[in-house]
């Protein structure tokens, strides 16, 4: 189980550092650009691999949604959130690659994809990653014992 409000302040952490990431290459400034992919990559990868606790954005967000702001916890399903890490450290790498390779657009337009997910998860609680995971299990590709919330009608993991 994992804090939904933590996850949400992530999510606003990512939009925030994504969008930086795709101003700086759309000015083509490669190397800063890269530091944030690379910033973005480790950190979802540290969350991803369920490492949470050596997630620099998961800190500051428990740090100011647990003990300035002091928001309730609300707890749900960690394996969603982990898929969907997974596929935003896979978006980081290949934008960071696109970015080496000087195919700037196609990294902006995945800088974009993660940007638009982002803000849609830290301001209206919409998990793309957790929507696919759901279509995965209900496909067979997942084990339904991973999250029952996710295929069971009224489940409220996402």
């Known amino acids: 189980m994992v804090n939904e409000r933590v996850i949400r302040g992530i999510a606003v952490q990512v939009f925030g550092l994504s ?10 400034s490669t190397p800063a650009a890269l530091g944030l992919l690379c ?4 950190d979802f990868t540290f969350r ?7 997630s620099l954005t998961a800190a500051v967000s428990r740090l100011l ?20 890490s997974g596929i935003g450290a896979f978006m980081s790498l290949a934008a960071g690659l ?3 390779l000087r195919i700037h657009q196609a990294a902006v337009l995945l800088l974009a994809v993660l940007a638009l997910f982002s ?3 830290g301001t209206f609680r919409f998990c793309a990653g957790c929507r696919i ?3 995965l299990i209900r496909l067979g590709l997942a084990k339904e014992d991973l999250c029952t919330d996710c295929v069971l009608p009224g489940g409220d993991g996402i």
């Open 133 to 135: 995971f759901a279509l």
């Open 39 to 42: 910033f973005l990559l480790a």
């Open 65 to 84: 949604g647990g003990r300035l702001f002091r928001f309730a916890p609300r707890l749900i399903r960690a394996k969603p959130k982990r898929f969907a």
């Open 98 to 100: 696109l970015v080496v």
């Open 119 to 121: 803000f849609l998860e």
């Open 19 to 28: 969008l930086m990431a795709l101003i700086l290459t759309t000015r083509q």
């Open 48 to 54: 991803a691999a369920g490492w949470g606790t050596l």
